[in-house]
């Protein structure tokens, strides 16, 4: 079985699993890291489901050795991470806190030396509070503070540290942080989002120039999430709102990324709200785009919201432990339709996975829901190559259950459970599936 579907992927396709900074590291405060908004946010009453916050999560500052060790178990050939701003910054600029940077450090020789290759993620959305204070994304000079940010990451890890992601879902950072408020900062505006979403658009830029000027060999990408976006039938006002929020979603953080304008229509939309300034045109297009990916948006016009669209969830689909309606097809329909419109030099789909309530019995996690969903959306990327797609890799979020965000860790998207009171790892049944498709790609890619 595995081995079918490995068939269908090139010698050298990188398998890999992905985590961020906030979202595993705990040590909040030791060693020197500064507040993030993150820890800020998780003490506001409410605003975790679970009241946690990620103060000691999975508690990988001190058991990362041992969650490198995983990864060899599971064969993996590449690994993203974020790195944690106010762990080497703890102001945000200035002072550089070398045990923050002696961490990753330390991390990236472990990789290297069991052959795992890193991909790291700049911002994973833990900005600094410093930062925060002095107005965070919504204030012009957080743009040359993440330039200094990155200039600083490429000159210390970038001797052995190739692969980069200056951002990670800017549409989340804008939108989820500055406008619904579920997550950090809290804002909820909208014509604040879109000002923060320009800005983002400005540090991916600078933060992309920054490496490169540093490490002129850096592969330099971005991890935006993107959905298929369809309408709910067959009615012309339906069909507006799917273009609306794909417009919304992908093509406003595409088309820039890519050295394009933003797209004419969402700025005529947004011109109510606030009017966006033109960005320049000449911006050196992305090394690869990293797609994130978990569900499709299928879309119905309503008077909800600024953009009039409310999201559909089909019947007689399955759905994830979030709610998220599991679709497989629509990842090879996305990684076709950003090649056709994009033209990426690389697609990396560097994120896909889902939630489900996994218990351990008799010291086993069996999570077959897991493994059908990655099997069908490997296949589904599988198919997108024999299509074309210049798909390089692919990471399964996530490597290990972890704080997720909003939802403290009452949600499980590893391979690897966790149990939170001991700290002990178990490789899941759809780990040990992952490992087995890893092996087998590599013993019939030849
Ligand atoms: O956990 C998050 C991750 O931090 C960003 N992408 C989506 C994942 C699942 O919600």
Same mark, same amino acid.
């Given at each position: 079985?595995?081995?079918?579907?490995?068939?269908?992927?090139?010698?050298?396709?990188?398998?890999?699993?992905?985590t961020?900074?906030?979202q595993i590291e705990?040590?909040?405060?030791?060693?020197?890291?500064?507040?993030?908004?993150?820890?800020?946010?998780?003490?506001?009453p409410?605003?975790?489901? *679970?009241?946690?916050t990620?103060?000691?999560s999975?508690?990988h500052?001190?058991?990362?050795?041992? $969650?490198?060790a995983?990864?060899?178990?599971?064969?993996?050939?590449?690994?993203?991470?974020s790195?944690?701003?106010?762990?080497v910054?703890?102001?945000?600029?200035g002072r550089?806190?070398?045990?923050?940077?002696?961490?990753y450090?330390?991390l990236?020789?472990?990789?290297?030396?069991?052959?795992?290759?890193?991909?790291?993620t700049?911002?994973?959305?833990?900005?600094p509070q410093?930062l925060?204070?002095?107005?965070?994304?919504?204030?012009?000079d957080?743009?040359?503070?993440f330039?200094?940010y990155?200039s600083l990451?490429?000159?210390?890890?970038?001797d052995?540290?190739t692969?980069w992601?200056?951002?990670?879902e800017?549409?989340?950072?804008?939108?989820a942080?500055?406008?619904?408020?579920?997550h950090?900062?809290?804002?909820?505006?909208f *014509?604040?989002?879109?000002?923060?979403?320009?800005?983002?658009?400005?540090a991916?830029?600078?933060?992309?120039a920054?490496i490169?000027?540093a490490r002129p060999?850096?592969?330099?990408?971005i991890?935006l999430n993107?959905s298929?976006?369809?309408?709910?039938? $067959?009615?012309?006002?339906?069909?507006a709102?799917?273009t609306?929020?794909d417009g919304?979603?992908n093509?406003w953080f595409?088309?820039?990324?890519?050295g394009?304008?933003?797209?004419?229509?969402?700025?005529?939309?947004y011109?109510?709200?606030?009017?966006?300034?033109a960005?320049?045109?000449a911006?050196?297009?992305?090394?690869?785009?990293g797609v994130?990916?978990y569900?499709?948006r299928?879309?119905?016009?309503s008077?909800?919201?600024?953009?009039?669209?409310?999201?559909?969830?089909?019947?007689?689909?399955?759905?994830?432990?979030?709610?998220?309606?599991?679709?497989a097809?629509?990842?090879r329909?996305?990684l076709?339709?950003?090649t056709?419109d994009?033209a990426?030099?690389e697609?990396?789909?560097t994120?896909?996975?889902?939630a489900? $309530?996994d218990?351990?019995?008799? $010291?086993r996690?069996?999570d077959?829901?897991r493994?059908?969903?990655?099997?069908?959306?490997?296949?589904a990327?599988?198919?997108?190559?024999?299509?074309?797609?210049?798909?390089?890799?692919y990471?399964?979020? *996530?490597?290990m259950?972890?704080?997720?965000?909003?939802?403290?860790?009452?949600?499980?998207f590893?391979?690897?459970h966790?149990?939170?009171?001991?700290?002990?790892?178990r490789?899941?049944d759809?780990g040990r599936?992952?490992?087995?498709?890893?092996a087998?790609?590599?013993?019939?890619?030849v």
């Open positions: 079985m595995s081995r079918d579907l490995a068939q269908g992927f090139p010698p050298g396709f990188l398998w890999g699993a992905a961020a900074a906030y705990g040590a909040a405060a030791e060693d020197g890291k500064g507040p993030s908004i993150w820890d800020t946010f998780c003490r506001v409410g605003a975790i489901a *679970t009241g946690e990620g103060d000691v999975c508690d500052y001190h058991r990362w050795r041992e $969650d490198v995983l990864m060899r178990e599971l064969g993996l050939g590449a690994y993203r991470f790195v944690s701003w106010p762990r910054l703890p102001r945000g600029r550089v806190n070398e045990k923050g940077l002696d961490f450090d330390a990236v020789d472990a990789l290297l030396a069991i052959g795992v290759r890193p991909f790291v700049l911002y994973h959305w833990d900005l410093a925060q204070d002095r107005g965070g994304w919504t204030a012009p957080i743009v040359a503070a330039a200094e990155a990451l490429a000159r210390r890890l970038g052995r540290v692969d992601m200056t951002l990670n800017p549409e989340v950072v804008a939108f942080g500055h406008h619904v408020g579920v950090a900062p809290g804002v909820r505006d *014509t604040t989002a879109l000002r923060v979403s320009h800005h983002l658009h400005l991916h830029r600078a933060g992309a920054a490169r000027a060999n850096a592969r330099v990408g991890a993107m298929p976006c369809e309408p709910a039938s $067959d009615a012309p006002a339906d069909g709102a799917a609306r929020m919304y979603l093509r595409a088309d820039p990324v890519f394009r304008p933003y797209p004419a229509d969402m700025l005529e939309h011109a109510t709200w606030v009017t966006i300034p960005l320049e045109l911006a050196q297009p992305p090394d690869f785009l994130n990916y569900s499709r299928v879309c119905r016009a008077g909800d919201g600024p953009l009039g669209v409310t999201r559909v969830e089909p019947e007689g689909s399955t759905y994830t432990a979030l709610g998220w309606e599991v679709h097809s629509s990842l329909d996305l076709v339709r950003v056709r994009w990426p030099r697609v990396i789909v994120e896909n996975g889902a489900y $309530d218990v351990v019995r008799d $010291d996690v069996a077959p829901e493994t059908s969903f990655l099997r069908e959306h490997i296949a990327a599988a198919d997108a190559l024999g299509r074309g797609v210049p798909l390089r890799g990471f399964v979020w *996530t490597l259950d972890n704080f997720e965000w909003a939802h403290g860790t009452s949600k499980r590893g391979l690897v966790v149990d939170y009171d001991t700290q002990r790892r490789i899941k759809s599936w992952y490992r087995e498709l890893i087998a790609q590599r013993a019939v890619a």
